[in-house]
């Protein structure tokens, strides 16, 4: 399956079906700082993703100075 | 997994609730938490006009989203940074939200209106880009709205964000910023309301609810927050999140509900009479307010 990667933005050729939380181990990505989108939707952790879905890995943390 | 409310399959699970949720039961619960938050700390009165600080990324615009859908009388304020390609296509981000959904969105730009974008400012005050962005932002929020006669500025400082500025102040304890910590920072003279309506609310939530509304947003990260210590204290934190859900909340809503009087003591004295800035007319202890002094060092006058 395609898997889209950002910041850096880039794409990975990733053998499937696999679960989302096998993918995020195999790409050493904590849960909590992506979501896993496969089309347009969400998917959560214990979804399987075949071969030829698409697959997009997206950052959550975004930085900026403290909040004061 | 399945969604907690309805049994029905789930697209996200929040680990810190032991809960997973369809796509209508979490918009739910992501206003719901917002309602919570404004009830609990205060934040609105009903008749309020609030002004949010819209970056373009899924906070400022999840957060005016939410607000509206409950109700709350709220505009934008983009402020245009300079940051090249990035503050371009943020910029596109909160004007296609403002005009798809039909709303009020203002625009300020630092280089146009003001004189110097965050870029310029970094490489004259040899300082991080975020210091000059974080100063000029809280100027320029707060003077939009006392000029335009918001009440309120909301900004979408998150869960996970609060939380970060805590584990720093905390590691260095900065008793004086540990004490201006808070959800809500009162109206002054000089200065309106401030308001974090989504400290309950991480920001894999708000990019969830993003995702879920189909609201398009800067993904990007900020070229110039590269390396900032506040991106390793959330690595930190989510390091921990990961082993033991609830952590970032239990710090953050503890420090707020019991932590945060002890430093009572270290807040500047409330009573102590501000001056005001004779070059824009601010609220500031000295004869020119901070970010007058940044925009004579950056952009002085010909």
Same mark, same amino acid.
Request: proline share 6%.
């Given at each position: ?7 850096? /933005?880039?794409? !990975? ?9 096998? !993918? ?45 | ?11 996200? #699970? ?18 719901? *938490? ?40 709220? #505009? ?23 005009? /798809? $959904? ?35 932002? $809280? ?10 006669? @918001? ?8 869960? #996970? ?9 905390? !590691?260095?304890? *900065?008793?004086? @910023? ?38 398009? @947003? ?76 940044? /925009?004579? /060092? ?5």
């Amino acid at each position: 399956m395609k898997v889209l990667l950002r910041n850096p /933005r880039r794409e !990975l050729d990733i053998d499937g079906p696999i679960t989302v939380t096998a !993918l995020l181990q195999r790409l050493e990505l904590s849960p909590e700082a992506v979501l896993v989108i496969a089309g347009d939707e969400l998917v959560p952790r214990d979804a399987r993703l075949d071969d030829a879905t698409t697959v997009e890995i997206r950052p959550v943390i975004s930085g900026g100075g403290p909040a004061r | 997994m399945k969604c907690r409310v309805c049994r029905g399959p789930a697209v996200i #699970d929040v680990r810190r609730h032991n809960a997973a949720f369809c796509p209508e039961h979490f918009l739910t619960h992501c206003s719901q *938490q917002v309602e919570r938050a404004i009830t609990e700390h205060r934040m609105l009165e009903p008749h309020d006009r609030v002004l949010v600080a819209v970056s373009g990324g899924k906070d400022s615009l999840g957060l005016w989203d939410l607000l509206v859908g409950l109700g709350v009388a709220a #505009d934008g304020l983009y402020l245009g940074l300079g940051i090249g390609e990035y503050s371009d296509d943020s910029g596109r981000y909160a004007r296609e939200y403002a005009a /798809r $959904r039909g709303r009020t969105l203002h625009e300020v730009d630092l280089a146009d209106d003001v004189g110097f974008s965050v870029p310029d400012a970094a490489a004259a005050t040899h300082r991080v880009p975020c210091s000059a962005c974080g100063l000029s932002k $809280r100027h320029l929020f707060n003077g939009f709205a006392l000029e335009h006669g @918001y009440d309120v500025v909301a900004t979408g400082h998150n869960l #996970d964000d609060e939380a970060a500025v805590l584990l720093g102040n905390v !590691l260095r304890w *900065q008793t004086e @910023y540990l004490a201006r910590q808070r959800p809500v920072l009162p109206a002054a003279p000089g200065f309106v309301r401030k308001v974090k309506p989504l400290v309950r609310l991480g920001e894999r939530e708000m990019a969830a609810y993003c995702v879920v509304r189909r609201i398009d @947003y800067q993904v990007e990260e900020c070229p110039m927050a590269a390396g900032n210590r506040h991106l390793h204290y959330k690595e930190v934190l989510n390091a921990l999140e990961e082993r033991s859900p609830g952590t970032k909340a239990a710090f953050l809503h503890g420090f707020v509900e019991r932590g945060h009087p002890r430093f009572d003591d270290d807040r500047a004295d409330p009573e102590a009479e501000l001056g005001r800035c004779r070059e824009c007319g601010a609220p500031t202890p000295g004869d020119v307010c901070a970010f007058c002094r940044l /925009r004579a /060092r950056v952009a002085p006058s010909p």
